[in-house]
């Protein structure tokens, strides 16, 4: 299992991905899943619950749970969309605007510390070939549900 590349990559992202949850956990009392929807809604003017569950690539239900921990939290809201009365979007309250700035900084940081062995160029072409195997990755997954 260890040089197969899938374990190889969940491993890693799994390993950041508890470093950083540490601070969330301690700072915010927000898991891994409500750091990465309050990431997502913090990225976007306001989104729907639905584009979230899209681009996390996380279950619907595990979406909507952190959606509503956050609202409960005061991290998030919903307003009404004017384009359509049934989509509510979510944007960050001051609240989780602050805890959005605070904990983008340590993530920065994180990955820098991740990529700090690669030269810029390779670190870029890391980049790149992430990109690559994420895009294989989705045509694969649409090809499989045909």
């Given at each position: 299992?260890?040089?197969?590349?899938?374990?190889?990559?969940?491993?890693?992202?799994?390993?950041?991905?508890?470093?950083?949850?540490?601070?969330?956990?301690?700072?915010?009392?927000i898991?891994?899943?409500e750091?990465r929807?309050?990431?997502l809604?913090?990225?976007?003017?306001?989104c729907?619950?639905?584009?979230?569950?899209?681009r996390s690539?996380m279950?619907?239900?595990?979406?909507?749970?952190?959606?509503?921990?956050?609202?409960?939290?005061g991290?998030?809201?919903?307003s009404e969309?004017?384009?359509?009365?049934?989509?509510?979007?979510?944007?960050?309250?001051?609240?989780?605007?602050?805890?959005?700035e605070?904990?983008?900084?340590?993530?920065?940081?994180?990955?820098?510390?991740?990529?700090s062995?690669?030269?810029?160029?390779?670190a870029?072409?890391?980049r790149e070939?992430l990109?690559?195997?994420?895009?294989?990755?989705?045509?694969?997954?649409?090809?499989?549900?045909?």
């Amino acid at each position: 299992m260890e040089h197969y590349v899938p374990y190889q990559l969940a491993s890693l992202s799994s390993r950041l991905s508890k470093a950083l949850e540490v601070v969330c956990k301690r700072k915010f009392d927000i898991s891994r899943t409500e750091w990465r929807v309050l990431a997502l809604v913090g990225q976007s003017d306001a989104c729907a619950a639905s584009d979230l569950v899209e681009r996390s690539v996380m279950d619907a239900v595990a979406v909507h749970r952190a959606v509503k921990r956050l609202e409960g939290l005061g991290y998030v809201c919903r307003s009404e969309s004017q384009h359509d009365l049934r989509v509510k979007p979510l944007s960050l309250t001051p609240a989780g605007r602050t805890v959005y700035e605070t904990i983008v900084p340590y993530a920065a940081e994180l990955e820098k510390q991740l990529l700090s062995p690669l030269s810029p160029a390779k670190a870029r072409q890391f980049r790149e070939t992430l990109e690559q195997l994420a895009a294989l990755a989705l045509e694969v997954g649409a090809s499989e549900n045909e």
